[in-house]
């Protein structure tokens, strides 16, 4: 079977999703599916931002598991699918493939049922049980890749599957977060508005990177609305993202084996490096003193917030705000296990 190399993955994934001709797809489909995933936009609110009590700031953070499917990953999801049916890029014939660690195959599979469209996700094994189960109770088929790549995880063979698949399934669509260009529309229209909508003034915002969609499109808005803000992009050590060598990494939905296309498109001002162990730590603190059952890139936040909080003027009081991309319930058995959490390296 042929690999794809370093090189090829770059340029496979920086590219938007395949433009298909108009005249390949049946028109009417497209149009009935695009006022179908239209209706979808009735299920999302605003969702709430809460204040913690941290000393020397106003701290808040955002809950984004209470989009309709749980996660901050419903709105990239949502938007793309809304986006290419608008485009005729999908019809009612699409099946649509997707490599994920489990969030954004999780909306998918939601609103593609929804709307009548096939799903096939891409997962691998350090995907939560929980997340597997409600995959394979929606999805007739779920791919689930074995093999690790060269850098000790999965990333890189989930994508060689995507692309084989999207090889050989007719009208196969790729929504591809990891280059799409709607991801990033989505949370610059939807997840950064409402935060502009709800603060009069904002200094610090943490915003944990994976896909790096979250990051280019809510650090575009804020820094239009609040021109002296400072974006902080939070990561996970043993990610590649930021130049570090990528190694094994066990915690889901932070960090990333490859540096995400769409990391080119966000404003960041500073860089904050957290080990899988102050994760750890820093769930269980929100839990324990704040009452926020949150997941692991939560946690990742919550931890680089603390560990900046000395770099931030001491004659002032600012404004900050993390998101909380989930929730606590799939990290059950490894983020909240204490017996999970004394293998991590």
């Known amino acids: 079977m042929d690999t794809i190399s370093d090189l090829e993955l770059q340029q ?3 590219e938007e999703p395949e433009r298909r001709d ?3 797809l049946d028109q009417i489909s497209a149009s009935r599916l695009a006022k179908r995933l239209h209706l979808l936009r009735n299920t999302f609110r605003p969702t709430p931002h809460v204040q913690l009590a941290m000393q020397g700031m106003d701290l808040f953070a955002k809950l984004e598991y209470v989009n309709p499917v749980g996660s901050i990953k419903d709105r990239p999801a949502y938007w793309i699918l809304k986006r290419a049916a608008e485009r ?3 019809c009612d014939e699409t099946t649509v493939i997707e490599s994920s660690s489990g969030n954004f195959a999780c909306a998918l599979a939601a609103f593609t049922h929804l709307v ?3 799903l096939i996700p891409v997962i691998d094994p350090n995907i939560s049980g929980t997340y597997e189960s409600f995959l394979r109770r929606i999805c007739s088929t779920v791919v689930k890749v074995e093999d690790r790549d060269d850098t000790g995880g999965f990333l890189k063979t989930r994508l060689q599957k995507v692309k084989e698949l999207c090889a050989t399934i007719p009208n196969a669509y790729w929504t591809n977060q990891y280059g799409n260009l709607d991801a990033v529309e989505a949370h610059y229209e939807l997840t ?4 502009c909508a709800d603060f009069h003034s904002l200094d610090y915002v943490f915003i944990g990177v994976s896909t790096a969609g979250t990051i280019a499109g809510v650090s575009r808005r804020l820094k239009e609305r609040y021109p002296k803000i400072r974006v902080i992009a939070v990561d996970t050590e043993g990610s590649a993202i930021f130049g570090g060598a990528p190694r094994k990494r066990h915690i889901p939905g932070i960090g990333s084996s490859i540096v995400p296309p769409l990391l080119s498109r966000a404003k960041i001002d500073d860089i904050v490096l957290v080990s899988e162990r102050e994760t750890v730590q820093a769930c269980r603190e929100l839990l324990t003193s704040h009452g926020l059952f949150v997941g692991g890139s939560s946690g990742t936040a919550f931890a680089a917030v603390k560990r900046y909080a000395a ?4 004659n002032k009081h600012p404004t900050v705000l993390f998101l909380c991309a989930d929730r606590g319930t799939p990290y059950l ?3 909240f296990d204490p017996a999970w959490a004394t293998r991590l390296e």
């Open 333 to 335: 058995d490894t983020v």
């Open 116 to 118: 009548g469209l096939r």
């Open 311 to 314: 770099r931030m003027p001491s």
């Open 192 to 195: 950064a508005g409402e935060i």
């Open 22 to 24: 108009d005249s390949g």
């Open 12 to 14: 496979t994934i920086v």
């Open 88 to 90: 005729g890029e999908i």
